[in-house]
């Protein structure tokens, strides 16, 4: 089975448990995620599947955007509500200018240190792995873009909020910072993501939706997002007989209509996705992936 289906992940299990379920659902192997959610947060995941999971490369600095809350008054070693408290809990008061305040610093382009467990790769090891085994963590920090962080509302100790943030932020990150610069500590305390490139939730499914379709294709492949639908800074051209054997055979094509674009999608029909192809010069465009025998 080829497609992506955009999955609304439930809360207390990883990615990776989403990706197992799913090859059981399709009875595909070859499924991947489009960027890691926390085990504690839910919401938009985005799983390529079958030989579409080359198109991971062509998704990978899309933009996130995100809902959730902060609890001021304790720091955790993970930075979010399934780590353990890094001194007593407090009830700090504080009022909704203060925190919008003290928000204020996180836009625009800045530098930001990723969690202690997190993914991040040192000396070829995930840092998270040797901070649990009590391992010096040192990590560099990485330049992030934050396009927009509102901070909706504040009840007691906690803070909601709304962000959009480049591929490769931490969410937690944001939380740990903002609850130092108050003074009080902080930490991530629930997280969705409302967003992931262009997928949204209202495109997503709950895996309780498609588990009674395991071994439908049919009926999996209706709640895939349209491949003419991915990609969409990439323009669509329905290829003739002679350019798709061109282009399946790893060939050059001339494709005049779509000159003008460095990417495009090529379709044998409205739904058969044949590859991706990039301008060499002129009308002419070279194949980068290819997709055969669907």
Do not use: W
Not at 105 to 129: D, L, N, T, V, W
Not at 215 to 224: N, S, T, V
Request: glycine share 10%.
């Amino acid at each position: 089975m080829n497609g992506l289906l955009v999955i609304d992940k439930p809360a207390g299990i990883t990615s990776h448990d989403v990706v197992a379920r799913l090859r059981k659902i399709a009875g595909e192997r070859s499924v991947g995620h489009l960027g890691t959610l926390d085990p504690m947060a839910t919401g938009v995941l985005p799983l390529l599947l079958g030989k579409f999971t080359r198109l991971a490369q062509f998704f990978s600095e899309s933009e996130k955007a995100y809902t959730g809350t902060i609890r001021f008054g304790f720091a955790t070693d993970t930075y979010d509500a399934d780590g353990d408290p890094m001194g007593p809990a407090t009830e700090p008061d504080l009022t909704l200018d203060q925190i919008r305040a003290a928000a204020s610093r996180f836009h625009g382009e800045i530098e930001q240190m990723p969690p202690p467990f997190s993914a991040k790769k040192i000396g070829g090891k995930p840092a998270y792995k040797l901070a649990r085994a009590g391992q010096p963590v040192e990590l560099r920090p990485v330049p992030i873009r934050i396009t927009s962080l509102e901070i909706t509302g504040v009840e007691g100790a906690e803070a909601s909020f709304t962000i959009s943030v480049s591929a490769g932020g931490y969410v937690r990150s944001i939380a740990h910072e903002l609850g130092r610069d108050l003074g009080f500590g902080g930490h991530l305390s629930s997280l969705r993501r409302t967003q992931a490139g262009p997928f949204k939730l209202d495109q997503a499914h709950l895996l309780e939706e498609l588990e009674p379709l395991a071994g439908d294709i049919a009926k999996l492949e209706a709640h895939c997002v349209h491949p003419r639908s991915l990609l969409p800074e990439m323009p669509s051209v329905t290829g003739d007989e002679q350019a798709l054997g061109r282009l399946r055979n790893g060939a050059q094509a001339n494709l005049p209509e779509f000159s003008h674009a460095p990417l495009i999608k090529i379709f044998a029909s409205q739904r058969e996705l044949v590859g991706i192809a990039k301008r060499v010069v002129g009308t002419l465009f070279q194949p980068v992936v290819v997709f055969s025998g669907q």
